[in-house]
């Protein structure tokens, strides 16, 4: 424990934790502790002996040594009374571990395997509901990203943010790292900062705290306070601090960000209030209280993390037009699916991905009209028919064998389009408002649990079962490859831009096109419909007319940059260049740097762009572009 700082307080009961009516659940509704939870291959606990159902942290953020210190406080129930507490930690140094009486308790550190880290056993007194785990990080915590002042917008300040999915929040809290596992959670977190002279920013020494939980402010102690009472899974514990502005969107939603694009940032996501009242509408009530989003620096690895009550999301977002906000559309969705009714392992992923993009895109038509979310349905299934051509069999499966496999190996379209379209497959059976009438029941009776994909696979027989008599469930979810049955769509705005593309390529010029109206998904479907054999001097033609390479669109501008790759197209080398040592988003990363590998020169020139740029990107982009270049660390 940090000197100084008194103990956490306890603010949800141990062993049952009471969902308030805040929540919509039914007043006196309770997650109890006594459902078996599913073994996860990918935890060393076990849950079903002894079970962490509330953590409070008190924690210190150390800007200069770049570690998290403090200790957490572990509240448990104990359905076998003389068994050992069993967390997951990795790379964490455990300074001491004592009972409720505060006296040290037995503990041992097995070995650390380099991807799920090591089990901390704590041998238990009779009668202990409570431990505290004091620690502190290592220096190579993976969760955690400290970026230099020169990383963010502002420049005079530092940042730091957590990234928890999915095996990592165990490098930052030693606690039963699975998504079976649900916990309440509070916490009380210091800053050790001291700013440069005349730095102000957005707190006392120039930092604003945030967490995924409900904001409860700044004490008198200096120190920030967080309380989540609903039960969430460890990957959904986040973390961010920096110099952050605040700018309200409506009572229940508003945008964190840094000063200097706060109010760029607010009118870019300012439909949020609509789609929360949308989702609400088509699933039943949102349960979490406030939905705000914080515009994080540009390593963030993903386009945005669900984590409740606050998304984290990229700034490559944020193109000027709001063209982008499907992905806040996704990371709300995720509010009912993923967040309220979670994967219990990652081989049942595609719980929460293919859920949230079936209902992103009921919430885009519900918004934004059924054209716009008919043409992000299309350019999907696009994608996803390019990526089963390269994926082996066994990672097409929805209900994916990830034993002894990383659980990032499962990463791919498949959990979540291949999941949305056995969805979508099984609406166009039984049609939308008896679908509709199902997913309400199926969110509220799983609301605030764990599932495993069997089962799901029994609530359908039982309560959809004209569709599972109609629809090949089990070829759906455990074969490889898409079924016959798949659903296709059509969109006319697509269509007018194959016409346009046909005409280009037939010999009329691009100037004469008539794209004044296009939007970014007509632009992408324009893009990723041109031939393998365009070369260099079309792609020339294509610039000059639309100034692709000065896109501030993102996804344009990484469909562009992976298309001047691919055709030797030079004068985009700059963009290129600029691109990787500024975006830390894997979705862009990886399709270029695959590109740029495909020939010698490339590779040379990716490498060496790759040893400048590593240390910007977040751990979850460097170990896949590790592996797509071979990277060991010395250049290749």
């Given at each position: 424990m940090l000197s100084g700082m008194p103990p956490p307080?306890?603010?949800?009961?141990?062993?049952?934790?009471?969902?308030?009516?805040?929540?919509?659940?039914?007043?006196?509704?309770?997650?109890?502790?006594?459902?078996?939870?599913?073994?996860?291959?990918?935890?060393?606990?076990?849950?079903?002996?002894?079970?962490?159902?509330?953590?409070?942290?008190?924690?210190?953020?150390?800007?200069?040594?770049?570690?998290?210190?403090?200790?957490?406080?572990?509240?448990?129930?104990?359905?076998?009374?003389?068994?050992?507490?069993?967390l997951d930690v990795q790379g964490l140094e455990i300074e001491a571990v004592t009972g409720p009486d505060g006296r040290p308790r037995e503990f041992e550190l097995g070995p650390e395997d380099p991807t799920l880290g090591g089990a901390l056993t704590v041998a238990l007194a009779p009668g202990d509901e409570l431990v505290a785990v004091a620690y502190r990080t290592g220096p190579?915590?993976?969760?955690?990203?400290?970026?230099?002042?020169?990383?963010?917008?502002?420049?005079?300040?530092?940042?730091?943010?957590?990234?928890?999915?999915?095996?990592?929040?165990r490098t930052w809290i030693?606690?039963?790292?699975?998504?079976?596992?649900?916990?309440?959670?509070e916490a009380r977190v210091a800053v050790a900062y001291d700013p440069p002279a005349g730095a102000a920013g957005s707190g006392d020494d120039g930092l604003t705290v945030v967490m995924s939980a409900e904001q409860l402010g700044r004490g008198e102690d200096?120190?920030?306070?967080?309380?989540?009472?609903?039960?969430?899974?460890?990957?959904?514990?986040?973390?961010?601090?920096?110099?952050?502005?605040?700018?309200?969107?409506?009572?229940?939603?508003g945008?964190?960000?840094?000063?200097?694009?706060?109010?760029?940032?607010?009118?870019?996501?300012?439909?949020?209030?609509?789609?929360?009242?949308?989702?609400?509408?088509?699933?039943?009530?949102?349960?979490?209280?406030?939905?705000?989003?914080?515009?994080?620096?540009?390593?963030?690895?993903?386009?945005?993390?669900?984590?409740?009550?606050l998304t984290f999301a990229t700034p490559t977002i944020l193109a000027g037009d709001r063209s982008l906000v499907a992905l806040v559309a996704h990371e709300l969705a995720h509010s009912w699916s993923g967040n309220l009714v979670t994967n219990a392992t990652w081989s049942d992923f595609w719980l929460n991905e293919g859920f949230t993009v079936y209902l992103e895109k009921r919430i885009m038509e519900a918004v934004f009209g059924e054209e716009r979310a008919r043409m992000e349905i299309l350019l999907e299934r696009d994608a996803l028919e390019k990526e089963l051509a390269e994926l082996d069999a066994r990672d097409q499966v929805l209900d994916i064998d990830l034993v002894g496999r990383h659980p990032d190996d499962g990463f791919s379209g498949v959990p979540y389009d291949k999941g949305a379209l056995f969805?979508?497959?099984?609406?166009?059976?039984?049609?939308?408002?008896?679908?509709?009438?199902?997913?309400?029941?199926?969110?509220?009776?799983?609301?605030?649990?764990?599932?495993?994909?069997?089962?799901?696979?029994?609530?359908?027989?039982?309560?959809?079962?004209?569709?599972?008599?109609?629809?090949?469930?089990?070829?759906?979810?455990?074969?490889?490859?898409?079924?016959?049955d798949a659903p296709r769509v059509r969109s006319e705005a697509l269509q007018v831009v194959d016409d346009a593309r046909a005409r280009w390529l037939a010999g009329e010029p691009a100037s004469a096109l008539d794209s004044g109206g296009w939007v970014t998904q007509q632009w992408l479907h324009f893009l990723e419909g041109l031939p393998d054999d365009l070369g260099a001097e079309r792609m020339a033609a294509l610039d000059d007319a639309f100034g692709f390479g000065e896109s501030g669109n993102s996804e344009i501008q990484c469909v562009w940059l992976r298309l001047a790759v691919q055709h030797g197209y030079g004068a985009a080398d700059a963009h290129l260049e600029e691109f990787l040592m500024t975006v830390g988003r894997r979705k862009y990363l990886s399709p270029l740097y695959k590109e740029l590998v495909k020939t010698e020169a490339g590779r040379a020139r990716a490498l060496e762009i790759y040893a400048r740029a590593r240390p910007r990107y977040h751990h979850v982009s460097a170990k896949t572009l590790d592996g797509i270049l071979g990277w060991d660390g010395q250049g290749g």
């Open positions: 307080r306890l603010l949800v009961p141990a062993v049952v934790v009471a969902v308030s009516a805040a929540s919509g659940l039914a007043a006196g509704r309770s997650v109890e502790t006594s459902e078996a939870i599913p073994m996860d291959p990918h935890s060393h606990a076990d849950p079903n002996r002894v079970r962490v159902t509330h953590v409070a942290l008190d924690l210190e953020l150390d800007f200069a040594a770049r570690r998290v210190a403090g200790r957490v406080e572990l509240s448990l129930a104990r359905p076998d009374a003389g068994a050992p507490l069993v190579g915590a993976e969760a955690l990203q400290w970026l230099d002042p020169e990383q963010t917008a502002g420049g005079r300040h530092p940042f730091l943010y957590t990234q928890g999915q999915a095996v990592l929040t030693p606690l039963q790292d699975t998504p079976g596992v649900r916990t309440t959670y200096g120190a920030w306070r967080f309380r989540m009472p609903q039960p969430i899974p460890s990957y959904l514990i986040a973390l961010a601090a920096g110099d952050l502005a605040f700018e309200p969107i409506s009572a229940r939603s945008v964190y960000a840094e000063p200097s694009i706060v109010q760029g940032a607010r009118d870019e996501l300012v439909d949020t209030e609509a789609m929360i009242a949308a989702a609400e509408e088509l699933f039943g009530p949102y349960r979490w209280g406030r939905y705000d989003v914080i515009v994080l620096p540009p390593a963030f690895p993903y386009g945005g993390m669900e984590n409740p009550r969805l979508r497959r099984l609406e166009q059976e039984v049609g939308r408002e008896v679908f509709d009438a199902f997913l309400l029941r199926y969110f509220d009776e799983h609301a605030f649990r764990s599932i495993r994909t069997a089962d799901f696979e029994a609530y359908l027989a039982e309560h959809l079962p004209a569709a599972a008599a109609e629809v090949d469930v089990r070829e759906w979810l455990h074969a490889p490859g898409l079924p016959e």
